[in-house]
Every structure is written in C-alpha cells, then in structure tokens.
T-cell receptor, first 114, second 115 residues
Framework: AQSVSQHNHHVILSEAASLELGCNYS??????LFWYVQYPGQHLQLLLK??????LVKGIKGFEAEFIKSKFSFNLRKPSVQWSDTAEYFCAVTSGGATNKLIFGTGTLLAVQP | GAGVSQSPSNKVTEKGKDVELRCDPISGHTALYWYRQSLGQGLEFLIYFQGNSAPDKSGLPSDRFSAERTGGSVSTLTIQRTQQEDSAVYLC?????????????FGPGTRLTVL
C-alpha cells in the first residue's frame, strides 16, 4: 500500500530563514505528488503539484518542490519564510488510478516567529 | 465562484446517536471525496464518488459509516451509533475530471465531537 512520510512534525523558524520540509513516499509506479497547506482557521488548499515533466515545480507564495524519483522524495522549499507562512503543511500522493484518492502524510506544523 | 461547502460546521452529539454530515461540491464537479482528519490518524480517505456511484468505499472504518450522493451533487455522510473515536474533522473535496489526475478542492470541514 502507498504511504507518505513527513519527517518533521513541528518546525519553528524565524522570518527570512530558509525552509525545507521533507516528504518521502512508498510506491513504485507512476505517482502524482501534492503539497497542501492549511492556514490557521482555514481549509486545506493546494500549494503545488507534480504530475510529469520538469521535476522542479513552483507553487504559490514562492514555494517550490523537487521530485527526485530515485529517492522517492518530494521536498518542499522556500528560500525566505514570512510570518504569514505559519500553517500546517501536508504532502500527499495519488497513483492516478481510477479513484485518485489522496494519501496524506501526517503533516508538518510550521511556526514562523516575527 | 462558490467553493465546496459543508454543514454543519460543528456538531456535538452523544455517544450512540446518529449524525448526518452534508457536502455541497463545486458545481459541475463529478468526483467527490470524503476524508477524516483526527489527532491520532492524520488525514484519511473514507469514500470516493464518481457521479452518484461510489466505486471506492475502502476507507470507511466500519459498517456504521455510510454515504450517498444524489443528483451528482450533494453528498451526505451518515454515522450511526456514534462512538467517541468518531470524533474528528470530516472533510469533503471535489474535483472535475479533465484528464488523468485533477486537483481536489476542499471544504472547511465539519468538526464532530462525540461525548
């Protein structure tokens, strides 16, 4: 069965620090990868996605992620975080089969201190 | 346009009671998903609808859970004889199939508390 691991459960950074959140998945076939974000009091929203092509994908608010097939990884990065990036971040995978259900990681809670 | 809406936003019930949670997907979205977000289990898939049929119910945790969708639109998730372990945020998402994979748009969720 597919699974997704997020290594960092809780990250605290100061503004302007660089961010990298780890995500690894277990699935040998074709995968589609997502990062979702949940800001305090808001619903889940898509940050970025990878389906195929350039393994470096750019999302909203200056976030990017790199798909490294050999490492089964899809790490999220941002060169300089802001206080408004405080949120919970979820990595997810779908195999693109008939269901396209999302398999989520456990989430990483990011707190950015001003 | 309107996003995915869910009602109620909060539901407190007593153990053993039945509850119904409603989801209104984005108009025209044929795919609809229910997920559950709980402290111990994270975000888990429950059930998937394509139109009015549910080809994947593999995430429903027990036969106390059921869901239906009518008119290819509104969906209702029903939990019978609720238990304390059912306490969670129930999320609905919809997507419009336009290829192999599509972005899922999430609603705000229903927070269920079983006393």
């Amino acid at each position: 069965a597919q699974s997704v691991s997020q290594h960092n459960h809780h990250v605290i950074l100061s503004e302007a620090a660089s961010l990298e959140l780890g995500c690894n998945y277990s699935y040998g076939g074709t995968v589609n990868l997502f990062w979702y974000v949940q800001y305090p009091g808001q619903h889940l929203q898509l940050l970025l996605k990878y389906f195929s092509g350039d393994p470096l994908v750019k999302g909203i608010k200056g976030f990017e992620a790199e798909f490294i097939k050999s490492k089964f990884s899809f790490n999220l990065r941002k060169p300089s975080v802001q206080w408004s990036d405080t949120a919970e971040y979820f990595c997810a995978v779908t195999s693109g089969g008939a269901t396209n259900k999302l398999i989520f990681g456990t989430g990483t809670l990011l707190a950015v201190q001003p | 346009g309107a996003g995915v809406s869910q009602s109620p936003s909060n539901k407190v019930t007593e153990k053993g009671k039945d509850v119904e949670l409603r989801c209104d997907p984005i108009s025209g979205h044929t795919a609809l998903y229910w997920y559950r977000q709980s402290l111990g289990q994270g975000l888990e898939f429950l059930i998937y609808f394509q139109g009015n049929s549910a080809p994947d119910k593999s995430g429903l945790p027990s036969d106390r859970f059921s869901a239906e969708r009518t008119g290819g639109s509104v969906s209702t998730l029903t939990i019978q004889r609720t238990q304390q372990e059912d306490s969670a945020v129930y999320l609905c998402a919809s997507s419009a199939p336009s290829g192999s994979v599509d972005e899922q748009f999430f609603g705000p969720g229903t927070r269920l508390t079983v006393l």
